[in-house]
């Protein structure tokens, strides 16, 4: 069956990572919450999903389409998205098998309708065509970066996707606009400061299971303001009643066949580099979220991700719409809810494709007030930077790590910070050059692949000073900093060196000072102690209860074999694999620990 | 004040006084401003030049040289800037010898 391996290693198919429950997480990808949660859930993520097509709206606006053609244009949007988010739902080799709701992103937006200004809606779907082409190429190799993407450059990555959202959540939270100095709408701080410390609280204090229910509460209380405030009135429900109850997609708006245009496609090449880092960061922080032992980013299902929104692309280009990412926000609110269950993805993007043919609840839902999904973004980005620095942090740092973490987020943070620094950059290469994001990312990415030179994997250490065990400790975090060790590990590794020595001394097979060699790579840590001598029989831990233990303290020999059997047990219990051995009268200790 | 100050609050505190220093710092790396917002191809390498000396001593280097990398950063950099032209005798001579300053009646 050649074909079918070759197959396989062309798309690889669905694998299920393994995880250990976060404590402030209630459902896991694989879990199937009761169908009340559910769809409790997944309202609430369609709700943000809807409220985010405003930016659609506003792009359709630009290239000029109102009344029914615009309402086609955003229904055959939700049908792509609804597509996209139930596919990212389910176990295929398309997919991550993760709640994650498609969006059409503001990179997407931006692309989208610069080409169709320029060069018309044929050059975009053809644009799309190439995206599209770019994403399943990408999802293929992605997983053959994996020494681009160490933990410190996840975290990297994360951080600065997180303070991109900042801005974003922000002037949405404060009725602040981009470029204008017109004071800040108080009616808008006051709705999100209610929605926002809302899901604070019941993030935070909530009893029980009310936090599942955290954004529709929420948002009831931000919509309560908004009447109140009179930001939601009867002007605006004039607009939702004036909508058909229900309609067809793809009656008004026809999609242009794609055409080849360079100016339309160049944009799309360099954006899907972006997009790629973007949706790495979506796909690291949803499986973070998804395992209290994360450990490294899964490439693999971050490549189906990538395979999934290839797909979408395509059919975006096919109905002429614009192409849709990962959105942030509903990571952050799956984080409010508690639930990162799949099958709440599925029913979520079952629902966009339903509620994409009853364009009334459509538009009710886009004018909910900004300042709700303003809250939102806010609480995202904050989840989303602490997240990044808990990556950052789960290494050893050494100088090389400092380096490569600080000016990869200092060059990111320029971007953001000093507009002037990307005003002469040209419009074409703005979704590179222009985003922090990608830069900060590619400078950590290039400072982690220059330090690498010259990091042996192997190390080697004489254990002769005055203190064997501190010193043996001592080489290890050296060492570890150097590799980008977790902390954990080498940690477990200092203390069964520590007792595998004191084991040794007490056994009295030790004739000299011992010699310790480790050798690392990112799935395994290898430790020998090499001395002369004979091998230490590390014997079972027989069951044994402390009373025998202080009893035994009467026959002194007793004592010290049971606490030999005591250190063997220990260093058992430190390490995963343990062996020893004696060779031309040296012994030796193998001690294996998984990373 | 412990109970106002835990690790977390300090920690956020660093943070953004390192990240309040970004914009400065970048600025003046690059030589650009509000005005002048295209790179300065002066500045600019004596900028590069420092902190590619600064950071290799500090991952490389070995010893004293690790401990003085900060000044042989900033002398390899005035070495730069003279060399290229971007600090000459127009500089110098515009400023005084310092003094000390004098006693008032």
């Known amino acids: 069956m050649d074909w079918h391996k070759t197959f396989d290693r062309l798309l690889p198919p669905f694998a299920e990572g393994k995880r250990e429950k976060p404590r402030d997480m209630l459902y896991l990808a694989s879990d199937r919450p009761p169908w009340s949660t559910t769809l409790s859930v997944s309202i609430q993520h369609v709700i943000v999903a809807l409220m985010l097509l405003i930016y659609s709206v506003i792009a359709g606006q630009t290239m000029g389409l109102a009344g029914a053609q615009l309402r086609d244009f955003l229904a055959l949007g939700m049908l792509v998205i609804g597509f996209g988010t139930v596919l990212n739902g389910l176990t295929t080799r398309f997919s991550a098998g993760h709640l994650l709701i498609n969006q059409q992103g503001p990179l997407n937006i931006t692309i989208f309708i610069a080409v169709v200004e320029s060069s018309g809606p044929g050059a975009a779907a053809g644009g799309v065509l190439v995206y599209a082409l770019m994403m399943l190429i990408l999802g293929r190799f992605l997983p ?63 009893p029980g299971r009310a936090r599942i229910l955290a954004l529709l509460i929420g948002a009831a209380a931000g919509l309560l303001m908004a009447v109140l405030t009179g930001v939601l009135g009867g002007a605006e429900l004039a607009r939702v009643a004036a909508q058909p109850v229900f309609a067809l997609p793809g009656e008004y708006y026809r999609p242009a066949p794609p055409i080849w245009v360079p100016a339309a496609i160049v944009p799309y090449l360099l954006g899907s580099i972006m997009a790629a880092v973007d949706t790495v ?63 709440a993805g599925v029913v979520t993007g079952l629902l966009l494709i339903a509620l994409a043919l009853l364009p009334q609840i459509t538009a009710f839902v886009i004018l909910l007030p900004a300042p709700i999904v303003g809250a939102i973004l806010i609480y995202t980005a904050a989840y989303m930077m602490v997240s990044g620095a808990e990556l950052i942090l789960s290494r050893l740092l050494n100088a090389r790590r400092r380096a490569t973490v ?92 520590g007792e595998a020595l004191e084991a040794l001394r007490t056994a009295g097979v030790m004739a000299g000072p011992a010699r310790l060699v480790a050798r690392f790579d990112e799935y395994t840590l290898n430790l020998l102690i090499d001395y002369p001598g004979q091998a230490l029989h590390l014997a079972a831990m027989p069951a044994m209860d402390a009373q025998a233990l202080l009893d035994l303290d009467q026959d002194e020999e007793a004592f010290e074999a049971a606490m030999a059997t005591l250190s063997g047990a220990l260093i058992r219990h430190l390490a995963d694999r343990v062996e020893t051995q004696e060779q031309l009268n040296r012994g030796q200790l193998r001690l294996s620990f998984n990373h | 004040m412990r109970a106002v100050f835990p690790a977390e609050v300090i920690g956020t505190i660093i943070t953004m006084v390192g990240i309040e220093v970004i914009p400065f710092g970048v600025r003046r790396f690059c030589g650009v401003d509000v005005s002048h917002p295209t ?10 030049i420092t902190l590619v000396v600064m950071m290799s001593l500090t991952v490389w280097g070995k010893g004293k040289l690790r401990l003085y990398s900060a000044l042989i950063g900033m002398i390899a950099g005035y070495v730069a800037a003279v060399d290229s032209g971007f600090l000459g005798p127009a500089q110098f001579s515009s400023q005084t010898l310092p003094k000390l300053p004098a006693p008032s009646a």
């Open chain 1, 406 to 497: 600080g000016l990869g987020l200092v060059a990111g943070t320029a971007v953001f910070m000093v507009p002037e620094l990307t005003a002469q950059v040209p419009l074409g290469f703005k979704p590179i050059l222009g985003s922090g994001l990608v830069v900060g990312v590619f400078c950590a990415m290039l400072l982690n692949f220059i330090f690498r030179i010259g990091v042996s994997q192997q190390g080697e250490c004489v254990l002769d000073g005055a203190g064997p065990q501190a010193q043996a400790t001592r080489f290890l975090e050296d060492r570890g900093a150097d590799w980008g060790a977790r902390r954990e590990v080498i940690g477990r590794a200092g203390l069964a060196v």
């Open chain 2, 39 to 48: 790179l300065d191809l002066m500045a600019l390498p004596v900028a590069v």
């Open chain 1, 144 to 206: 053959l970066l994996r020494v681009l993407f160490p933990a410190e450059v996840s975290g990297v990555l994360l951080v600065l996707l997180g303070m991109g959202l900042v801005p974003v959540g922000i002037r949405r939270a404060t009725g602040l606009a981009a470029g204008t100095l017109n004071p800040l709408d108080p009616s808008a701080v006051l709705i999100a400061a209610v929605t926002l410390g809302t899901i604070f609280g019941l993030a935070v204090w909530s």
């Open chain 1, 281 to 343: 960061g979506s796909g690291v922080m949803i499986d973070k979220m998804n395992n209290e032992r994360w450990r490294r980013p899964d490439l693999p299902m971050i490549g189906r991700l990538l395979n999934g929104l290839g797909l979408c692309h395509l059919l975006s280009a096919v109905t002429g719409t614009i192409a849709t990412s990962i959105s942030s926000v509903n990571l952050g609110l799956a984080h409010v809810t508690g639930v990162a269950a799949r099958r």
